[in-house]
């Protein structure tokens, strides 16, 4: 009934920059807070960034100074601008929605399906 789709991941260099997105579609009658996490082979899934309704935020400390999350309210869509990319931040990159479908009373956590982001020289 809710559908979370990111998009953007890529391969680049190291010091370059990617914008990723990801789009929560359904019947969604709210969503609280949408964030990015990544999980890098061989290590546990990690939050990134996290953004309230209210537009309040908070990151990852690894990824301060460089990371920028945003949403737009009105499409129900969520942006993590990535600047000055690390080697260390490669990972599959996933997008989470807090999102209180249509005729529910609680919320309910969407997960997105990972997009893969490389940074290699």
């Known amino acids: 009934q809710v559908q979370v789709v990111e998009s953007g991941g890529g391969l680049v260099q190291p010091g370059e920059s990617l914008r990723l997105s990801c789009a929560a579609s359904?019947?969604?009658?709210?969503?609280?807070?949408m964030g990015w996490y990544r999980q890098a082979p061989g290590k546990q899934r990690e939050l990134v960034a996290g953004?309230?309704?209210?537009?309040?935020?908070n990151y990852a400390d690894s990824v301060k100074g460089r990371f920028t999350i945003s949403r737009d309210n009105a499409k129900n869509t969520v942006y993590l601008q990535m600047n000055s990319l690390k080697p260390e931040d490669t990972a599959v990159y996933y997008c989470?929605?807090?999102?209180?479908?249509?005729?529910?009373?609680?919320?309910?956590?969407?997960w997105g399906q990972g997009t893969q982001v490389t940074v290699s020289s």
């Open positions: 989470n929605a807090e999102v209180r479908p249509l005729s529910y009373s609680t919320t309910l956590r969407y």
């Open positions: 359904g019947r969604i009658g709210s969503i609280n807070t």
């Open positions: 953004i309230t309704s209210g537009g309040s935020t």
